[in-house]
């Protein structure tokens, strides 16, 4: 071997040696850990539900809709039979009498009047009378004309009501055998992610009793099971109001905990069920609603520490348990939690 070929040799072997060496920095820095392995397996686990949630939040807003078309309507209807039982009660006074009947006597009205400006007075009045009844009579057979339209709409909303919640109710069960199904891998897979965080997080400092892993905004996930949620922020519910919050589909009985740490206080209503309230320690509060029960009903705790379970409490649908979940930085008004959910996973 000449010197040439034994110096290029040598660079070979060099060259080999390091790439040897590197390669495995290389995969290490490229590879996955073992957390984010897990996250992603979970982060499937949830998209098999994506289908069946979105057909779910789709028939649900539809049905709302029509609730809230429905409500309108009969409020209207009851406005319209108001001022049409008015309008009648006018085209009963004597003067109405009078235009109805027909018959004036022109001559007696010219005879019996004391005075040409009598005279005058007397057929205004009369014309007057005629005009205004005139317009009561079109006013009402305009409104008869719109409470029929408002009694046909109230027909065609209720038979629309009526698909849509059988429709509704079809899809609720689709959700839940669907959640049902992945539920117990995702527990499995939750329960290794979670030991999997404790390892990492060995030797450093402990924030406290933390049950389940934060998300990358350093907040727990509401809801430590299978789940679904879509956007529904503003969206038009009946009587007026738009919702304020998020509305997480899980099956009952699924975990609720802590998204911070602070004390919770808890309530009961008609609307939202069993709640309760979690003021965190920068001032946040976080509303849940619609819980089956409570584990915690006061006092202080930590992030990711169990508080209630999923349930259908208050005004939900026995068919569709949630946790109704509001977030208002501050204590102030509620924004759309959406966008802090997702950073939560």
Known sequence: MTK???RIYTWFVIVVALAALMLPAARAFGAKSEVDKLKDQLAALRK??????DAYSKAYWKLDATNAKLSATNKSLSTTKEKLAKASARLGNHAAEMYRQGDVDYLALLLTSDTLDDMLVRLEY???????????V?????LQAELVSEKAAIEEAKADQSAEAKSLKSKAAALDKKLKGVESEYAAVQKKLAAAVAKQNAGR???????YPAGPN???FPVQGSYYYSNTWGAA?????THKGTDIMARTGTPCVAVLAGTVRSKSSSLGGKTIWLTADNGW???????NSYVRTSGRVQAGELIGYVGSTGNASASAPHLHFQIHPGGGAPVNPYSYLRQME
């Open 205 to 211: 400092p402990k924030a406290g009793n933390t049950r």
């Open 237 to 241: 519910r009946s009587g007026g109001r």
């Open 138 to 142: 079109a006013e009402v057979k305009t």
């Open 48 to 53: 098999e539900s994506q289908k069946a949630g």
């Open 4 to 6: 040439g070929s034994r």
């Open 285 to 291: 509060e976080f509303y849940y609603a619609h819980l």
């Open 126 to 136: 009369v014309s007057r009378i005629g005009e205004q009844d005139a317009d009561v």
């Open 218 to 220: 350093g907040m727990v």
